[in-house]
């Protein structure tokens, strides 16, 4: 078993790399790059959430220069990536289909036991998808009992759809609304793809990799999370006999209970060019709030999903990273009427914060009012008068 011992600097250059943030640029630039962040990082999560861009556009965007909002799209058009819901919901490269497999497995045998109306609706639906090729849930008539009682309180047809796909039965595409279109893999997956089945090892092999190529240096409960939905999976117990094999590092830093772990090719010595990156909630940098504990010393929460009078920091706040430090996190809504981008909080870290840096948080900043199709920015409130005053004088 190869151990080694590593500081939280050089831990911290290692994760930014692996997630794509170690410079501009890193992937290149134009659809290509779209396709080779997601072929390295092997998911990039979706959300809906429209406050600002949505967050799976503002990842590309943070990365991408030029980035363009229909090259996801097309990019599905062409049977290059796809979407699914493995860990979360997210677009992934079209080679790595069948190890999506074992989850839509798990989500058709793992499910509760289905009642005879809903299981015949279910074959309802792919009779009808086997005649129309794409159905939407406008295409159904309201068949709700009830009054809903929520966001969530599908519908049966709703619910029915979103079986079938979470069962492997139906795909998804998006409308330029970012409506879900459902169609069968058979009219989606190009015919070249593997669809062979992974075995366990396979899978938990997989997931092992794949994590580690994307977070760089990883605790097991990160690794085993993209296959919590795999009940009785073997990715601790092939997470130990790769570290035990030498095809993983396993990675000691001071101050921290491992163990953490690392592919055996991973770069160690790594230089940052020192941008500014406004980020999504939903960046993989982000996802893990321990992690940015860890590693940053920074405290995020994305507060959308706390009640109103107990956020401290906003709505939907981005974390803003400079370095291999987070400097800042901005409360940020684009007002698509006024094309005005409001920022209802810019809260700076207790960090000492550069001329440089100020200079290249501007740059960011007019970046990203273009990127949300804005052309001002006002802002309402910061804890730090002389750094908002110089950026407000020079944006």
């Not at 600002?52 to 965007?61: C, L, N, T, Y």
């Not at 015949?120 to 090729?133: H, P, S, T, V």
């Not at 092992?208 to 073997?234: D, F, S």
């Not at 491992?258 to 909630?281: A, C, H, N, R, T």
Request: net charge neutral; glycine share 4%.
């Amino acid at each position: 078993m190869e151990s080694l011992t590593l500081t939280i600097p050089q831990v911290r250059k290692i994760i930014l790399e692996a997630a794509g943030l170690a410079r501009k640029a890193q992937f290149g630039t134009g659809i290509e790059a779209v396709y080779r962040v997601i072929d390295h990082l092997g998911f990039v999560q979706l959300d809906t959430n429209y406050v600002v861009e949505r967050a799976h556009h503002h990842v590309m965007a943070a990365r991408i220069p030029d980035y363009r909002t229909e090259w996801l799209a097309e990019l599905c058009e062409d049977g290059s990536i796809f979407e699914y819901f493995t860990s979360d919901a997210g677009y992934l490269p079209m080679h790595d289909f069948r190890f999506t497999l074992p989850v839509k497995n798990a989500f058709k045998t793992q499910r509760k036991p289905l009642t005879q109306a809903e299981a015949n609706l279910m074959k309802q639906i792919l009779d009808r998808a086997q005649r129309e090729e794409s159905l939407m849930v406008g295409d159904f008539e309201n068949d709700r009992v009830e009054a809903s009682s929520g966001w969530w309180d599908w519908r049966p047809a709703k619910v029915a759809l979103e079986r079938l796909y979470l069962a492997g039965d139906l795909m998804v595409t998006r409308t330029r609304a970012f409506q879900k279109v459902y169609g069968l893999p058979v009219n989606l997956v190009p015919t070249e793809t593997d669809l062979t089945m992974p075995t366990d090892e396979e899978y938990a092999r997989f997931v092992i990799r794949r994590t580690l190529g994307a977070l760089g240096v990883a605790y097991t409960k990160e690794i085993a999370w993209r296959a919590r939905y795999v009940k009785g999976n073997l990715v601790k117990k092939e997470l130990e006999k790769m570290a035990r094999a030498g095809e993983l590092k396993t990675i000691t830093v001071e101050g921290l209970k491992g163990p953490l772990y690392m592919l055996p090719d991973q770069k160690v010595d790594i230089d940052l060019s020192g941008e500014v990156f406004i980020l999504s909630p939903f960046d993989i940098l982000n996802v893990f709030r321990h992690r940015l504990k860890d590693f940053f010393d920074f405290d995020y929460q994305i507060e959308c999903f706390v009640p109103a009078p107990k956020r401290k920091y906003g709505y939907f706040s981005l974390p803003i990273l400079a370095d291999d430090t987070f400097i800042a996190r901005m409360d940020a809504k684009a007002d698509r009427k006024t094309k005005v981008l409001i920022v209802h909080n810019i809260h700076f870290e207790p960090v000492d914060i550069s001329e440089t840096t100020i200079e290249k948080l501007i740059r960011a900043l007019n970046a990203f009012i273009r990127f949300n199709r804005c052309d001002d920015i006002v802002f309402k409130k910061s804890n730090n008068d002389a750094y908002l005053e110089t950026i407000k004088s020079s944006i």
